[in-house]
């Protein structure tokens, strides 16, 4: 029989217990950011703002170049802009001053705002922050982990600039699949104009291609002189220091406008054991395809003899030789290095086609015995069990004119933001901002410009069908949702091709390619309510039109569902609010 003392001893660990659980909770981080233009020249030519010039001006006798204001966008004046660097459930609140001379608002890719759609930071969710304002983000990444990064969502400004990463760590209760790295490297790929975004939105608006990018800038920076012949003289280049025999985690995210990028290290095997919140099974890979708005974690062993640094390449895929020059080239120094690489490029010899690309994509699993951010393994979720309660095939076309304006489609329909916020418009129940009937094929019928949203049902698990009739690789993203890639294949998806699913372990993450003339299918549960934005991540696809929102109401009272936030900007219709 137990004694006295033990009973009082349990009593006195319960007491604790809860008193931590009472005056402890998810910890809260700060970040003060200020988005401004900042004078770079990544690729050695000056940037430019935007600002009205005439290539040339008279002075006297003498004609010469006149320059306008150069510049990237910068947070806190770095470029690329902090990264985030978090840990699961925690709450992070991010005060964002825009100095920049338009609105402004930066959107999370990856990160789900679990019932909190009010932080998404796109034109559906939020009327943006204007120019001279600051407005304050507020929200938990709860139950995630992973590699993600951030970027301003609007105007086009992502091809000045502007994004970064955010890292979601493990909770320390949560074991990670593989051992403790020596090190963390976060790589940001970017195709890059030397136009300023509000040239090239003119251009996309005006029907003109985006063209050859005038390189590829690797952490900002442009290629290291691989070549005399394509790389002029000049140009700073990103160096990455490590030590031999050590072992890094290296974060590798496309935050271009339009260009799939493949990513390889000299002499180095790439082994894949995360992407976009999921472990997946490790494999090693020589290089990877990594399409516009993915995210991919990498082990990289630091296992040569050093007797040259080794060349790092992002070099564009399916492209003619006019592309050669865009090629992002950095150098891995290690610290016994015995000096600088030269000779070529590692080449993709015959890898260099869309067939291998695919085979790849569809190599990467998930990892269905580890825990992610919650301890049961991620394969507990069998979503290849669950019943289909919607199908939607979404077709995409080329640039068409629609009443005499150019726009891209999504069946049909070519998205225009209303100036009232899709999520501002059914919170104050304003009627004809938007309406429930995008339809789930592609209609016969002329294209047009439309405010028309999906219908999801709350707890549904929704069937989407990625086709793409363009002629490049196009992404698609989801905010607000983490979807299993369960196929893609060449050729017109039809009832026939779920035969081919992967309904195992099909790896779960926000953002897919769909290759040019293929289709892609996805496979989510929509459990997250709110009002959430699908998009090409492809820059002017999505500028043009070419995204939806996915409306998922929860028909009880959730009292966790965050409501309108104290501080929310008002816009369109709602204007008279803002205080």
Not at 275 to 302: A, K, P, R
Request: proline letters at 6%; aromatic letters at 14%.
């Amino acid at each position: 029989m137990p004694s006295f003392s033990s009973y009082f001893f349990i009593i006195l660990l319960c007491f604790f217990f809860l008193l931590d659980t009472a005056f402890s909770g998810d910890p809260f981080v700060y970040f003060d950011w200020t988005v401004s233009y900042t004078t770079l020249s990544p690729l050695g030519v000056k940037q430019q703002l935007g600002l009205e010039c005439p290539g040339y001006l008279a002075l006297g006798w003498m004609v010469v170049r006149r320059w306008c204001l150069l510049a990237v966008i910068g947070i806190n004046k770095q470029f690329p802009g902090p990264v985030l660097n978090v840990t699961t459930n925690w709450n992070v609140v991010v005060n964002v001053k825009n100095d920049l001379d338009e609105p402004l608002l930066l959107t999370w890719n990856g990160v789900q705002h679990r019932k909190d759609t009010w932080q998404d930071g796109v034109s559906g969710t939020n009327c943006p922050i204007p120019a001279g304002w600051n407005w304050t983000y507020e929200f938990q990444v709860k139950d995630q982990i992973g590699s993600f990064f951030y970027f301003p969502s609007l105007n086009f400004q992502r091809a000045s600039g502007g994004y970064g990463g955010i890292i979601i760590n493990n909770r320390p209760v949560i074991p990670v699949p593989f051992g403790l790295p020596d090190g963390d490297v976060a790589i940001f790929l970017s195709d890059w104009y030397t136009k300023s975004h509000k040239d090239l939105r003119k251009d996309v608006e005006n029907g003109i291609d985006l063209g050859v990018p005038d390189g590829v800038l690797i952490n900002g920076f442009g290629p290291y002189r691989y070549d005399d012949t394509l790389v002029p003289n000049g140009i700073t280049y990103q160096i990455i220091n490590v030590e031999p025999g050590k072992t890094y985690r290296i974060r590798v995210h496309n935050v271009g406008i339009s260009t799939s990028l493949n990513f390889r290290i000299q002499n180095h095997n790439l082994l894949l054991v995360e992407t976009e919140g999921s472990y997946t099974v490790q494999q090693n890979y020589t290089n990877m395809d990594i399409h516009v708005g993915q995210s991919y974690s990498f082990l990289v062993t630091m296992d040569q003899n050093a007797s040259t640094d080794y060349y790092i390449v992002a070099s564009p895929r399916f492209v003619n030789s006019s592309w050669t020059k865009a090629t992002g080239v950095a150098i891995l120094h290690y610290s016994n290095s015995q000096g600088p690489a030269s000779g070529p490029l590692p080449s993709l010899s015959d890898q260099d086609d869309p067939s291998f690309s695919i085979n790849q994509a569809r190599s990467i699993r998930w990892n269905v015995s580890a825990g992610a951010a919650r301890p049961n393994p991620q394969g507990s979720f069998r979503y290849g069990d669950i019943t289909v309660t919607d199908v939607y095939v979404i077709v995409n076309r080329p640039p068409e004119l629609i009443n005499g304006k150019w726009r891209t489609t999504l069946n049909g329909i070519s998205y225009l933001p209303p100036s009232t916020p899709l999520t501002l418009a059914q919170q104050f129940k304003i009627l004809g901002v938007y309406k429930l009937d995008f339809p789930n094929r592609l209609m016969n019928r002329p294209s047009k410009v439309d405010v028309s949203l999906i219908n999801g049902t709350y707890r549904g698990f929704m069937e989407i069908i990625f086709q793409n009739n363009d002629t490049t690789v196009q992404s698609y993203h989801l905010d607000g949702y983490a979807f299993f890639v369960v196929g893609m294949d060449f050729g017109v998806w039809t009832e026939n091709s779920r035969s081919t699913y992967n309904k195992w372990d099909g790896v779960a993450r926000c953002t897919t390619q769909v290759f040019p003339g293929a289709w892609t299918a996805i496979l989510v549960s929509l459990d997250n309510a709110g009002i959430w934005n699908l998009r090409a991540e492809n820059l002017n696809s999505w500028y043009l039109g070419q995204e939806v929102y996915l409306q998922v109401v929860n028909p009880e009272n959730d009292s966790n569902e965050n409501s309108l936030p104290d501080n929310a900007i008002y816009c369109g219709l709602l204007s008279s609010l803002q205080k």
